[in-house]
């Protein structure tokens, strides 16, 4: 596992490969799928979901379209505290991992379906007649040179 240190002056310092890195870079390492942790370099407390929730709120605030509505983060908000916190917790991590696997089949039928079109099927079919010819007029040259 990557372990990224953050610095009091909000540095964070990448200790795999031995260079700062930015909020961008750490970014990269989500959408890459590497597992790393951000710890505090003084304490070695886990900062790991500060400098997630911190990456977040700069693609929030980026203008383009947000992904959490201010309705969303005020129902959120008001799970912190209560009973149904970690069950909240898990049924967001379960659902979002069942949301991928969907879209993940999803993908994948559409390029079955892709792959299956009729223009494909007619692609293939070319391809096979052309190594037919080419296989039978190798062959008949090889039939030739031999008499």
């Known amino acids: 596992m990557r372990i990224l240190k953050k610095y009091p002056n909000r540095r964070l310092y990448d200790t795999t490969d031995s260079h700062f890195v ?28 500060a400098v997630l929730l911190q990456i977040i709120s700069e693609m929030e605030d980026s203008g383009k379209e947000t992904l959490l509505t201010n309705k969303l983060l005020q129902q959120l908000i008001r799970f912190y505290g209560s009973g149904m916190q970690g069950l909240l917790s898990q049924y967001l991590e379960q659902s979002l991992a069942a949301f991928l696997d969907q879209q993940d089949g999803l993908q994948r039928h559409m390029k079955q379906l892709i792959d299956a079109s009729p223009i494909n099927i007619l692609k293939k079919m070319s391809e096979q007649n052309m190594n037919f010819i080419n296989a039978f007029t190798g062959t008949a040259k090889d039939k030739d040179s031999d008499s």
């Open 22 to 49: 930015t909020l961008e870079d750490v970014k990269q390492l989500v959408l890459r799928h590497e597992e790393f942790a951000v710890e505090d370099s003084k304490t070695g407390k886990d900062l790991t979901s």
